[in-house]
């Protein structure tokens, strides 16, 4: 036998004998009903079921809704409950200001540039062009080969210096008196005088040589005369 049922939206329907005294959704309105026991409490069973449903129904429906999302002050607030508990967890681990806990500096206030970091900067800029790559390397190997021509030319010339033959004594000889007489026609006595000392320290025999001493003689004559 079915049991006739009335919500308070005013549908009306039946349920089967089984869902008696069982609490049911409304097919209409979706509000809670409970099924009354037979016929002749479906009156009360309705009236009970206004009375009771409203809570049931403003509890289930309460689940049912979302909760409303949060304020621009209650985000505010709750943010700021976030940094004040941060804040006295790093106080109480001991962390430095400016430093994590692992040692890494932390983004604080950017340092004002010196005129030493800005030529730093510059130089770091011009060094970094393809351009001055180029003159550096041209330069480099200007430099290299120049200071190899001239490292060889020493090297050379104090070589052939070193274990070139020296000329032999006669011939320096003969070159010094050819000194001695250009330095007396020119009156130049005290080149005279010189080169004959100088063929006495590589000959010292060469003062008793005929030509040694008419030059010698020769000089003192004309430098006398000349006053001297």
Known sequence: MAIAVKCRCG???KVKDHMAGKAVRCPTCKGPLRIP???AD?????????GAGKDEGSMALDGDKKAPP?????????SEKRNKLIASYDQAAGRRKGKT???EITAGKK????AFMKFCDGCGVVCSTLIFKYIFIVVMLSGGVLGSIFGVRCASNYVQKESGPSAPKEVRIAVLFEKVEAALEAKQWGKARDALGEILLIEPRKEVHRKYRE?????DEESERDGR
């Open 111 to 114: 340092k004002k540039a010196t």
């Open 101 to 103: 806990k692992t040692g």
């Open 42 to 50: 479906s009156a009360a069973a309705g009236k009970s079921a206004r």
């Open 215 to 219: 030059l010698k003689k020769r000089l």
């Open 70 to 78: 949060p304020s621009a002050e209650e985000e505010a607030a709750i």
């Open 37 to 39: 026991a037979g016929d």
């Open 11 to 13: 549908k009306k329907f």
